[in-house]
């Protein structure tokens, strides 16, 4: 009797605990069985799991999921704004080199032009000098009277470079200058004319 009493016991017990972990299980909305524990929620103050609350999770994920989304887009144009950004910059600093380069570039084709035409100038000089001394030797080798009547054919200025020029051989040369004697011969108005302006003007290229 005692076995058979023991054997009910447990029985029982299996039995509510089985039924306690079918409460459980439609509790939480594992299980539908809401028809047959109705009662007993009532009894104990509680609502089971309901098919839209157990699955109210998903709004919740799907409002994560779209506040994720949401934040990608935002850093996305963030980053586009910053890409943009740049792209202004780099296409700001190629102009301004533009510019440089084609300021440097007209620099340098001044400074070519400009050395050009002193090296003209210089060879226009050098050529002139030459010319000048072969007049100057020349005039050396003539009647004084002839040298002079030459020499006013020409400007006064090329009659300055020459008689210059005939001064600086005589130096070169240590012989006496023809210089001056040569102005003795000419009219009084256009030695003193041409005195004058030896005085007055340097050495000129023209």
């Known amino acids: 009797m005692k076995s058979l009493g023991k054997t009910i016991v447990l029985i029982m017990l299996i ?3 089985a039924l306690g972990g079918l409460l459980w299980f ?5 299980i539908r069985m809401n ?5 007993v929620y009532k009894l104990m103050g509680k ?4 098919s839209t609350t157990a699955t109210s999770s998903k709004p919740i994920t799907a409002d994560l999921d779209q506040d994720r989304i949401n934040k990608q887009i935002e850093a996305l144009d963030i980053r586009r704004e910053e890409y943009d950004r740049r792209e202004e910059e780099i296409i700001k600093k190629e102009q301004l080199n533009d510019q440089i380069a084609a300021e440097l570039a007209s620099r340098e084709k001044s400074q070519e032009e400009r050395e050009k035409t002193f090296n003209q100038t210089v060879k226009q ?4 000098n030459v010319n000048i001394e072969q ?3 020349n005039l050396n080798g003539m009647r004084p009277q002839a040298a002079v009547d030459i020499l006013l054919a020409f400007d006064d200025q090329v009659v300055i470079d020459v008689l210059r020029k ?5 130096k070169r040369t240590g012989t006496a200058s023809m210089g001056s004697y040569w102005l003795s011969l ?10 004058r302006k030896m005085l007055s003007k340097p050495e000129s290229l023209n």
């Open 135 to 137: 007049i100057a030797a």
């Open 35 to 39: 028809s047959i524990f109705a009662p």
């Open 125 to 128: 000089y050098d050529d002139k």
């Open 26 to 30: 439609n509790y939480l909305g594992f």
């Open 166 to 170: 005939v001064e600086e051989i005589a």
């Open 186 to 195: 000419m009219p009084p108005e256009r030695a003193a004319e041409i005195q």
């Open 15 to 17: 039995i509510i605990m």
């Open 47 to 50: 609502d089971p799991q309901t």
